[in-house]
């Protein structure tokens, strides 16, 4: 899982170059899933959200609570520098938007997508961050986002139905599997076991991972995340210490679509530091089980 947490703002088609977003002279080119090239018109954009599809994907269709993976832009469209604000691109891999919970105007353009297509978005304050924006952007911007869908990912999903063991740790089976840890002093060591291996091609550093997880912490066998409780997956890049050193370790190079269990001392968890926000403290080893769903 994550040191902290970030607010972060299929078949490929042919160059996607098209006017759209409610005006004529706005162009939009570049293969689907590239960095986007954006030639804005003179002028600010319409006061009302615009929508415009420039590619229509043949993939699952995208719902509510769903997560989208995507690469995007996003600009301020001011009618003069029209400047980059953020990018997935930038980011060196592709981000995770969980439907649902995004800008208003980000969430009426993709609910219903199918994942393969390019979705551009002008997107007025009101629909957007509001009277509280991120650093760089004001709270009377207009926003403009390209958005290529790469992938969805529903309530519930996960990586099979099978349990295993570690350390006298068990994991049950099924769709959302349990953590059940036996009595005694905690593991000193780090441990990582393969207990349902995937089909799904070797994950590497750089990478964002989408995974299904539950942690807990040894010393009150406590569970204090899951997202098979709250129901939605979730994704992290592994490789460069966004996640904790234990993830790192444990999920790279490992196939997708298989599960893992965990044992992770202070020293391959949080250490010093503790994660006081999920009630960790420094001397905690913690236990996860966890679903690689998907690699980008």
Known sequence: MRRWAALLL?????ACTATGGGDPDLKVGGAFGGKPTVVFPAGKPSAELQ???LAAGKGAQLGKDDVAIVQYTAHVWDGKENRLVDSSFNRGTPAAFPVGQLLPGLDRALQGRRVGSRVIASIPPAEGFG??????IGPDDDLFYVIDILGAYPKGVSAGRRGGTLGGIRVSGGKRPRLALPA?????AFHAKVIARGSGPRTHVGQLLVVQYQGATWASRRVFDSTWSTGQPKAFKIGDGSVIKAWDRALTGVPVGSRVLITA???YAYGPTGAP?????PSD???????????Y
């Open 10 to 14: 299929v078949p490929l088609v042919a």
């Open 51 to 53: 929508v415009d599809q």
């Open 131 to 136: 009277a509280n924006p991120p650093q760089g």
């Open 184 to 188: 005694g002093p905690a593991p000193v």
């Open 265 to 267: 001392p202070p020293a």
């Open 277 to 281: 926000t999920y009630g960790i403290r």
């Open 285 to 295: 080893t913690l236990v996860f089980i966890v679903d690689i769903i998907a690699a």
